[in-house]
């Protein structure tokens, strides 16, 4: 018995219809465009975008530069603390590796100038307050968030724990496929570098929907609850810094990315070994493949 095989032959796709399934895909491209457009626009008339900046923790290679998270650190101290908190961070990070490099002692030093509850109850059931330990994280300077609402007109000033990766903005296409292959991940700083110097006049002699609010020019709708938190020569730096407002924004922008991501150096450096290891182990599978299958010839009929 022979086994016969039946070629079944399609029929050709006709020139009439090879036009309309074309025409049919340029009109689906020129409408996910123009969708495109319509979305970029809308969103860049909620939100101006800031100017990329140059950080030194950008890229797999980048890296935290401890004399500007010091000088974050000091602004944060010394004038936002008042109103933010930094709930996730410890006194023992101050010292951690690769981020503000602060000695052990010095950690001890700075934590001891804080006042904070301890979680032990005291003979009488109360929480006494303590010099804080490098095992405490920083004290909130509100109680509740009522608290910090009746305190800044019904605002809640937002943690600094996470500010800077919660805050971002829409590049649009295609510039979202580009900072994919460019790794760039740093809108939160930018956004708030801009905004810290964003502070100006109302255009077209615009009023405040309400009052208590302030024009930013780069806060999305342009009315922000927080007043100008900081100007030239507020701040007095040890090491020789200019004291300007764009040298502040950039040094608390870098602080808030290190106050989000304190271990982000040791992480890339995990990254680099991990794709080193992948490299190495992908070139030994190649010459394994071609070691076993050498001898290897395919049988003629």
């Given at each position: 018995m022979t086994?016969?095989t039946?070629?079944?032959?399609r ?8 036009k309309?399934?074309?025409?049919l895909a ?8 123009l ?10 008339a ?9 950080w ?5 290679l ?7 998270l ?10 936002c ?12 990070n101050l010292?951690?590796?690769?981020g ?6 010095q950690?001890?030093t ?5 006042q ?12 006494p ?21 009746a ?13 800077a990766?919660a805050r971002?903005?829409e590049r ?8 994919i292959?460019?790794?760039?991940q ?5 956004y ?5 110097n ?7 002699g615009?009023k ?8 930013n ?5 342009h ?14 730096y040890t090491?020789g810094?200019?004291?300007?407002l ?5 040094d ?8 989000a ?29 071609k070691?076993v ?9």
């Amino acid at each position: 018995m022979t086994r016969q095989t039946i070629m079944i032959d399609r029929p050709a796709m006709t020139s009439p219809a090879r036009k309309a399934i074309r025409s049919l895909a340029l009109i689906l491209g020129v409408g996910l465009g123009l969708a495109a457009a319509d979305v970029d626009r809308a969103t860049a008339a909620e939100q101006i975008h800031p100017p990329r900046m140059d950080w030194s923790f950008w890229g797999p290679l980048g890296h935290y530069d401890p004399g500007q998270l010091q000088r974050g650190f000091k602004i944060y101290r010394e004038v936002c603390s008042s109103c933010h908190a930094l709930s996730m961070i410890a006194f023992r990070n101050l010292a951690d590796e690769g981020g503000l490099t602060y000695s052990e002692e010095q950690a001890k030093t700075i934590a001891a100038e804080y006042q904070v509850k301890d979680p032990q109850p005291d003979d009488k059931g109360e929480f006494p307050e303590r010099p804080g330990r490098l095992s405490d994280y920083f004290p909130s300077p509100f109680p509740n968030e009522e608290a910090a609402r009746a305190a800044n007109g019904g605002a809640y000033p937002p943690d600094f724990s996470t500010l800077a990766k919660a805050r971002t903005y829409e590049r649009g296409f295609p510039w979202f496929l580009i900072d994919i292959f460019g790794q760039y991940q740093e809108q939160g700083q930018d956004y708030i570098h801009a905004l810290l110097n964003g502070y100006q006049e109302p255009e077209h002699g615009e009023k405040p929907p309400r009052p208590g609010l302030h024009y930013n020019r780069y806060f999305p709708g342009h009315w922000i609850a927080m007043a100008k938190p900081i100007s030239d020569g507020q701040v007095e730096y040890t090491d020789g810094t200019p004291t300007t407002l764009e040298q502040y924004s950039k040094d608390i922008a870098a602080f808030m990315t290190w106050a989000a991501e304190p271990h982000l150096a040791a992480r890339k450096q995990m990254g680099l070994k991990v794709m080193f290891f992948l490299i190495v182990f992908a070139g030994l599978l190649f010459y394994v493949k071609k070691s076993v299958w050498s001898g290897w010839k395919p049988e003629t009929a």
